[in-house]
T-cell receptor, first 113, second 113 residues
Framework: NAGVTQTPKFQVLKTGQSMTLQCAQD?????MYWYRQDPGMGLRLIYYSASEGTTDKGEVPNGYNVSRLNKREFSLRLESAAPSQTSVYFCASSEANGGETQYFGPGTRLLVL | DQQVKQNSPSLSVQEGRISILNCDYTNSMFDYFLWYKKYPAEGPTFLISISSIKDKNEDGRFTVFLNKSAKHLSLHIVPSQPGDSAVYFC????????????FGAGTTVTVRA
C-alpha cells in the first residue's frame, strides 16, 4: 500500500515548455486534489476532483489543467510553463469530498527557468 | 485574502518543554479544523483535528484548543521531542466552500536538545 505517489520528484523546465505531473492513489479514495506550496503562502488549492468524472477549480487554477483519468489517477498539466509556476506541487486524496483527512504525496519540485 | 493565518513563522523550544502553535481564522463558517505536520522533502501528514462543536481534542502528546469567539486555535505539544521538529500547518474547511481546505502559511518548529 503505497498511499499517494507522484512523478516526477523533480523537474526543470524552460519558459514555454509543457509538462504533466502524475499522481496516483491506491486507497480507493473518491476525491483528489492538487496543491502548490510557496514560501510564506502555505498550501493553495489548484484543482480538485470530488469524484471520478468531475473536476473543479480551486484557489489558483490559472495556467493549469487537470484530468481525472480514472478513480486512481489525477494529473496536472502545465501547457506553457512560466517562472511564476516554480513551486512544490502536492497531490492529495481523501475518502470523499470534505473527507476529514487528506493524504498527501511526497511532492514534485518544479523549477521553471 | 488568507482566511487562515499563522503569524509565527518559526518557534524554537527546548526538548521536554511545551510547544504552543497558534492559528487565527477570519471565516466564521469554518466547521472543522486540522493540523498537519510536514518534514522536509515529504508531503504533509495529518496530525490532529477538531470539530467546531468542541473546544478541545487530545491525542497523546498533542492537544488542540479551539476558541470560536476569538476565532483562534492552538496546538500544544507536551513534551516536545526532537522528532517534532517540522513545519506545522493549520487548516480549516467549511461546507459553504465545498469543504475545500484553507491552509495557513505554516510554523517551523525546532526542538533543541
Amino acid at each position: 500500500n503505497a498511499g499517494v505517489t507522484q512523478t516526477p520528484k523533480f523537474q526543470v523546465l524552460k519558459t514555454g515548455q509543457s509538462m504533466t505531473l502524475q499522481c496516483a492513489q491506491d486507497m480507493n479514495h473518491n476525491s483528489m486534489y492538487w496543491y502548490r506550496q510557496d514560501p510564506g503562502m502555505g498550501l493553495r488549492l489548484i484543482y480538485y476532483s470530488a469524484s471520478e468524472g468531475t473536476t473543479d477549480k480551486g484557489e489558483v487554477p490559472n495556467g493549469y489543467n487537470v484530468s481525472r483519468l480514472n478513480k486512481r489517477e489525477f494529473s496536472l498539466r502545465l501547457e506553457s510553463a512560466a517562472p511564476s509556476q516554480t513551486s512544490v506541487y502536492f497531490c492529495a486524496s481523501s475518502e470523499a469530498n470534505g473527507g476529514e483527512t487528506q493524504y498527501f504525496g511526497p511532492g514534485t519540485r518544479l523549477l521553471v527557468l | 485574502d488568507q482566511q487562515v493565518k499563522q503569524n509565527s513563522p518559526s518557534l524554537s523550544v527546548q526538548e521536554g518543554r511545551i510547544s504552543i502553535l497558534n492559528c487565527d481564522y477570519t471565516n466564521s463558517m469554518f466547521d472543522y479544523f486540522l493540523w498537519y505536520k510536514k518534514y522536509p522533502a515529504e508531503g504533509p501528514t495529518f496530525l490532529i483535528s477538531i470539530s467546531s462543536i468542541k473546544d478541545k481534542n487530545e491525542d497523546g502528546r498533542f492537544t488542540v484548543f479551539l476558541n470560536k469567539s476569538a476565532k483562534h486555535l492552538s496546538l500544544h505539544i507536551v513534551p516536545s521531542q526532537p522528532g517534532d521538529s517540522a513545519v506545522y500547518f493549520c487548516a480549516a474547511r467549511t461546507r459553504s466552500n465545498d469543504y475545500k481546505l484553507s491552509f495557513g502559511a505554516g510554523t517551523t518548529v525546532t526542538v533543541r536538545a
